[in-house]
């Protein structure tokens, strides 16, 4: 499909006789022209393509009869089962935790978290905006540490 210049548009509503084609705008005149020519539900694509030379043919149904949907043959068949048997990602997240926790030197965030019961973005968030500073690159207290204690009463409060 090709469309139409300005030029083209403008001498389309010249023949058509739209009052001031020569000083309106290329969309402007579509519109005027798709409503002299009786097409006001069409889009200016479309009226574009007609002005071209092209037509439009009725389709075989009507708005409010559907053609047939072509996925349906298929519903009533089994799907095929996937290839790769997926892992539950919580075993993961708990092996994580596990490891983290189990160290008998240190005390971490996350063990604080599972024993208090709190999500871990939570609890770095309310230890980033208290005074306690954080004792290295994580979140680890050498075990008997005094801020120990800090952390537990800041997040077990509400």
């Known amino acids: ?7 083209q548009v403008k001498q389309i509503a010249k023949e058509l006789k739209v009052k001031n084609w020569w000083n309106k705008k290329r969309a402007d005149l579509i ?29 075989p149904y009507g708005p409010e009869v559907k053609p047939e949907i072509r996925h349906q043959e298929s519903a009533g068949q089994a799907r095929k089962k996937p290839t790769k048997v997926t892992k ?23 063990g604080i978290c599972l024993e208090l019961g709190v999500e871990g973005r ?7 905006t208290s005074d306690i500073t954080k ?20 997040l077990g409060t509400k």
Do not use: C, F, H, S
């Open 1 to 7: 499909m090709t469309t139409l210049n300005a030029a």
């Open 31 to 59: 519109t005027e022209i798709a409503d002299l020519k009786g097409w006001t539900g069409e889009t200016p694509e479309t009226v574009e393509y007609l002005l071209g030379g092209g037509e439009i043919k009725q389709l």
């Open 88 to 110: 539950k990602t919580a075993d993961k997240a708990e092996k994580k935790t596990a490891k983290k926790v189990t160290d008998e030197n240190t005390v971490t965030l996350a």
């Open 122 to 128: 939570i609890a770095r968030r309310k230890l980033r």
């Open 135 to 154: 004792p290295g690159k994580q979140w680890e207290w050498e075990l008997g540490n005094a801020d120990i204690d800090k952390v537990k009463t800041l």
